[in-house]
Nanobody, 116 residues
Framework: QVQLVESGGGLVQPGESLRLSCAAS????????MAWYRQAPGKEREPVAD???????NYADSVKGRFTVSYDNHRDTMYLEMNALKPEDTAVYSC??????????WGQGTQVTVSS
């Protein structure tokens, strides 16, 4: 199994930055991809950034140019650098790991609140 723990969330003002972390543990040898999702109150969970094993990335249009996803193999941690944050970025951010052959694991999420 794979365990995921998100951290780094908090309260920031519009225009500021946050860096979220998703620490993975357990059997991560067969990880195919990792992703960040977010869910605002009353809204459906939406994908934010996806990182495949070959290094390819995909971003939601709403965060392109502002968010960057990366992975540290030594620490087995995925990061989401969020810049120029907007109030509409307020949500619970969760990380997801897809493991071959098709099992998906989730963390419990970390709250990001952008407010002046």
């Amino acid at each position: 199994q794979v365990q995921l723990v998100e951290s780094g969330g908090g309260l920031v003002q519009p225009g500021e930055s946050l860096r979220l972390s998703c620490a993975a543990s357990g059997d991560t040898f067969d990880v195919e991809s990792m992703a960040w999702y977010r869910q605002a109150p009353g809204k459906e969970r939406e994908p934010v950034a996806d990182l495949s094993r070959d290094g390819n990335t995909n971003y939601a249009d709403s965060v392109k140019g502002r968010f960057t996803v990366s992975y540290d193999n030594h620490r087995d941690t995925m990061y989401l650098e969020m810049n120029a944050l907007k109030p509409e970025d307020t949500a619970v951010y969760s990380c997801s790991v897809r493991v071959h052959p098709g099992t998906e694991y989730w963390g419990q999420g970390t709250q990001v609140t952008v407010s002046s």
